[in-house]
């Protein structure tokens, strides 16, 4: 049963830091393509970053850039997003999401909440 679980999510002052993780299980982690996306209350999902199977970070988004850091540990089946000064705007829920044509797969999602 393919499974992604992401976790590390909370409430947070404006400037300050979380990491947030998304562990898989059930396929073959290292052989896809993993993205983090977010969805804001009455926005539409975006994508906020990628990372190759090889551990190439791609595709951020450009008001996450020089803040977020995505990054993947093969041996451990998971995935990771740092993220640093933290914004109001950055509220939403995050979401990992796997890859590999023709297959594709979610999480559930993590809360993160940006708020003095």
């Known amino acids: 049963q393919v499974q992604l679980v992401e976790s590390g999510g909370g409430l947070v002052q404006p400037g300050g830091s979380l990491k947030l993780s998304c562990a898989a299980s059930?396929?073959?982690?290292?052989?896809?393509?993993m993205r983090w996306y977010r969805q804001a209350p009455g926005k539409e999902r975006e994508l906020v970053a990628a990372?190759?199977?090889?551990?190439?970070?791609?595709n951020y988004k450009d008001s996450v850039k020089g803040r977020f850091t995505i990054s993947r540990d093969n041996t451990k089946n998971t995935l990771y997003l740092q993220m640093n000064s933290l914004k109001p705007e950055d509220t939403a829920v995050y979401y990992c999401?796997?890859?590999?044509?023709?297959?594709?797969?979610w999480g559930q999602g993590t809360q993160v909440t940006v708020s003095s």
């Open positions: 059930g396929f073959i982690f290292s052989s896809y393509l």
């Open positions: 990372i190759t199977t090889a551990g190439l970070g791609l």
């Open positions: 999401n796997a890859v590999r044509a023709p297959y594709v797969h």
